[in-house]
């Protein structure tokens, strides 16, 4: 049985990085894009990042073009993007797919861990699991992600504690981060 120190995923410049080259420390993984209403989720993932990082925090970020086109760009022009908006300094991995039959392995093997629970209750998510709902049914039973910036929070034995969907606030996945960091 696969454990999420078993898979290798493209850096930005393509080159093979292993998830277990992060064993230890408390891992925060997000799939991303530049143009969403969630892309101000970049600054507090950046605050956050400069204040735990010493403590074994890595934010993982993978961009994803698969929510309506809302990542667009190669690789290059999102990190700009990203470094200019918001000053990521966080790793910033290969654009991926999230969904599907080319779905990136580790993200499979994320959402197997923790299955969508929904967004929530209320308008603003009801009109989102709409939205979302429509741009995944081509993916089936193997639509992992439902929209950008959903985040995978990882313990520092690897195993996948949490999953936190984008209509959650930061300041939760703050706590939850700090928690794990002791």
């Known amino acids: 049985m696969a454990e999420i120190y078993d898979f ?31 892309t101000p989720h970049y600054a507090p993932l950046e605050e956050m990042y400069r204040d735990l990082r010493e403590k074994g925090l890595e934010i993982l970020d993978f961009p994803c073009n698969q929510f309506a086109n809302q990542a667009p760009g190669d690789a290059d022009e999102i990190h700009e993007f990203c470094q200019m908006k918001f000053g990521t300094d966080f790793p910033q991995f290969a654009k991926i797919k999230v969904n599907g039959d080319d779905a990136e392995p580790l993200y499979a093997y994320l959402a197997g861990e923790k299955p969508f629970e929904g967004f929530g209750k209320g308008l603003k998510f009801a009109a989102l699991k709409t939205f979302a709902d429509m741009n995944n049914k081509t993916y089936g039973d193997k639509a992992y992600i439902k929209w950008n910036f959903t985040k995978f929070l990882v313990d520092r034995e690897g195993n996948v504690v949490a999953r936190f969907e984008p209509t959650t606030e930061m300041t939760e996945v703050r706590k939850a981060v700090e928690e794990l960091l002791g």
């Open 8 to 38: 290798v995923v493209k850096d930005r410049k393509g080159n093979d990085v292993q998830i277990g080259d992060y064993a230890g420390k408390v891992l925060l993984i997000v799939n991303t894009a530049t143009g969403c209403g969630f």
